[in-house]
């Protein structure tokens, strides 16, 4: 039973904009952190943004500051990425995830235990 759904991805220029979205209806109405990961091809998922349900806290990954922005509708039930100013290096599959249960964010993907099936971001030059 797929629990959380992404949807947003696509292709874009260098420089544009996509802005991805994951219905999580379990998961928004207790305090937890909510995670965006990704994976380009032949490389290892690494953690991109994070945010505490509860209190908005974020967090971020060096390589997106300043362009990405994490954000949640608790009353949607839904985790967003707004991704701007895009460059190649930000092609991959990208993955909404959800952890535990009042355990804080961290980039430790094991802490996280419900996982999306993915939307693919593609940016070409």
Do not use: H
Not at 52 to 57: L, N
Not at 98 to 106: D, I, K, L, M
């Amino acid at each position: 039973q797929v629990q959380l759904v992404e949807s947003g991805g696509g292709s874009v220029e260098a420089g544009g904009s996509l802005k991805l979205s994951c219905a999580a209806p379990r998961y928004m109405d207790s305090d937890r952190c909510m995670g965006w990961f990704r994976q380009a091809p032949g490389k290892e998922r690494e953690g991109v943004a994070t945010i505490w349900t509860g209190g908005g806290s974020t967090s971020y990954a060096d390589s997106v500051k300043g362009r990405f922005t994490i954000s949640r509708d608790n009353t949607k039930n839904t985790l967003y990425l707004q991704m701007n100013s895009l460059k190649p290096e930000d092609t991959a599959m990208y993955y909404c995830a959800a952890g535990r249960v009042w355990v804080g964010c961290t980039w430790d993907q094991s802490e996280y235990n419900y996982w999306g099936q993915g939307t693919q971001v593609t940016v070409s030059s």
